[in-house]
T-cell receptor
């Protein structure tokens, strides 16, 4: 089967840098995605890594190491509005075109 | 902008009722998905569909069924609602190819009493 592990909570202050890790176990692998969900809102897509390395999109970056079955989301210059839940997600042979999500990491940014 | 809409934002039903949750997307996406979200459990896949009249079971299909008669519409059916189906239900859609970026609807908060 498939499983994803990520920390349940992370706290940081405005302006800081935070890294949210995700380790996965899948049968086959087709990429690692990250989604953000504000309280009461719908999840929104942040990034996708199919190959090893770092992908940067503004203040957010995502990293993947397929040999280690590991990825992370890096958030820089944290702002209060970054307080949200962050989910890593994978596709694998069993899920087909569907995504399997981790349980989510709640990020709390304080001033 | 992609838009995924769900028929109700909040819904209260009684145990044993048949419940229909509707989802419509306007981006001509082939794939559509139903998840439920519970505190501490993340998003769990109930069913998904990659084409009209096609469906695949996800991780937790028991007690649910789905219908996809048109490409833009994907319905989740609770045949006989139970209190353990009280949850947030999220619909999503995506293209069949590419990074499979999923677009989510606003969710339906279902309470079964």
């Amino acid at each position: 089967g498939q499983s994803l592990e990520q920390p349940s909570e992370v706290t940081a202050v405005e302006g800081a840098i935070v890294q949210i890790n995700c380790t996965y176990q899948t049968s086959g692998f087709y990429g690692l995605s990250w989604y953000q969900q504000h309280d009461g809102g719908a999840p929104t897509f942040l990034s996708y890594n199919a190959l090893d390395g770092l992908e940067e999109t503004g203040r957010f970056s995502s990293f993947l190491s397929r040999s280690d079955s590991y990825g992370y989301l890096l958030l820089q210059e944290l702002q209060m509005k970054d307080s949200a839940s962050y989910f890593c997600a994978v596709r694998d042979d069993q899920a087909g075109t569907a995504l399997i999500f981790g349980k989510g990491t709640t990020l709390s940014v304080s001033s | 902008d992609v838009k995924v809409t769900q028929s109700s934002r909040y819904l209260v039903k009684r145990t044993g009722e048949k419940v229909f949750l509707e989802c419509v997307q306007d981006m001509d996406h082939e794939n559509m998905f139903w998840y439920r979200q519970d505190p501490g459990l993340g998003l769990r896949l109930i069913y998904f569909s990659y084409d009209v009249k096609m469906k695949e079971k996800g991780d937790i299909p028991e007690g649910y069924s789905v219908s996809r008669e048109k490409k833009e519409r994907f319905s989740l059916i609770l045949e006989s609602a139970s209190t353990n189906q009280t949850s947030m239900y999220l619909c999503a859609s995506s293209f069949r190819v590419g990074p499979y970026e999923q677009y989510f609807g606003p969710g339906t908060r279902l309470t079964v009493t």
